[in-house]
């Protein structure tokens, strides 16, 4: 298949935005494949900040980094992303090249500890202020919980009233396919 | 800017699945961009089919190409493209590996001269059939014009139903501007 899946897309998307020695920020770290990603993309001289409201996926994502032996390239804070901006430090303000959303519940996980449409929202407005030019947001947007499909109209609305003079935002579905998740790009010019 | 727009968009995945030595088919000439560029792409062993129902389309192509030195990898009909199984070879069923749709109306051409979608999705059906496995079709949907809404609905209303066995389909938006053009990427498995 030559079409890429909504998380390989997401990726491939940010290892354009994102070099090497760069700056990003996991808003749900989740089991850390994607804070792993980040952190294999900046390489050693980079850093990576990550965020998730659950002990068990801070304490997953940190295992997994230790080992691949990324672990002093990554920040972990057990928060909610929408409160980055009290946790980031402020010398990556306007800084960060890629950032990456992936909502829902955590994979093997309590299924009903869900990213809500506010919070995300208020994360959303934060990471695009702190997010450098030509930096990019990746959103994996599911519907297949309740609740998915509310918060995938709330964060396909919100990005639609992006300014695009500012901002160029994709948003990627898999039409055929019913609750395959759906990719949402924002970059900032 | 790393996203790309949808024309650039439709060409670089059209670039992944047609080869050189292929076979391609433009099943909307309009001023011949696109045809060109799926002559470039295939290379002098390849071939590539246009469809126009505008003689003026056709000649603009023909001109095009001729300025090029392409004119003989290329097949014009001056026929709409949902009797293209009445006009294509045989042998090249089941062999497209990459086909472009651009919607709409001819670029500084009539206005009231609008693809329809009874026809488009006629087109596709057909398209679709005679696709080689792996090969991809590109639609470039707009809805500036008076009836593009709705055809791009009953496009995108189309696609959705097709088998996810079979097919791959991936629709671009870019959201936050009003009447860009979307893209439509159907890919055969």
New interface residues.
């Given amino acids: 298949?030559?079409?890429p899946s909504t998380l390989q897309s997401a990726r491939s998307?940010i290892s354009?935005?994102l070099p090497r020695g760069g700056t990003a920020v996991d808003a749900t770290v989740g089991n850390g494949y994607d804070t792993l990603f980040l952190a294999e993309q900046v390489g050693p001289e980079g850093v990576v900040f990550g965020f998730d409201i659950q002990q068990e996926a801070i304490e997953s994502t940190a295992r997994r980094l230790r080992e691949a032996g990324r672990q002093n390239q990554v920040r972990l804070f057990p928060c909610s992303h929408h409160r980055m901006d009290e946790k980031l430090p402020a010398e990556v303000k306007g800084k960060i090249q890629g950032m990456m959303f992936n909502l829902g519940y955590l994979p093997h996980g309590n299924p009903e500890i869900i990213t809500q449409p506010q919070t995300t929202i208020e994360a959303l407005q934060i990471g695009t202020v702190w997010l450098a030019p030509?930096g990019?947001i990746t959103l994996a947007l599911y519907t297949g919980h309740p609740g998915g499909q509310e918060e995938a109209d709330a964060v396909?609305n919100w990005?639609?009233?992006?300014?695009?003079k500012q901002?160029?935002?994709?948003?990627?579905?898999?039409?055929?396919?019913r609750h395959a998740p759906s990719l949402?790009?924002i970059?900032k010019?």
Same sequence: chains 1, 2.
């Fill in positions: 298949m030559i079409l998307w354009y935005s030509g990019m396909v990005a639609s009233a992006l300014p695009p901002f160029q935002v994709m948003w990627q579905q898999m039409v055929n396919r949402l790009v970059e010019r």
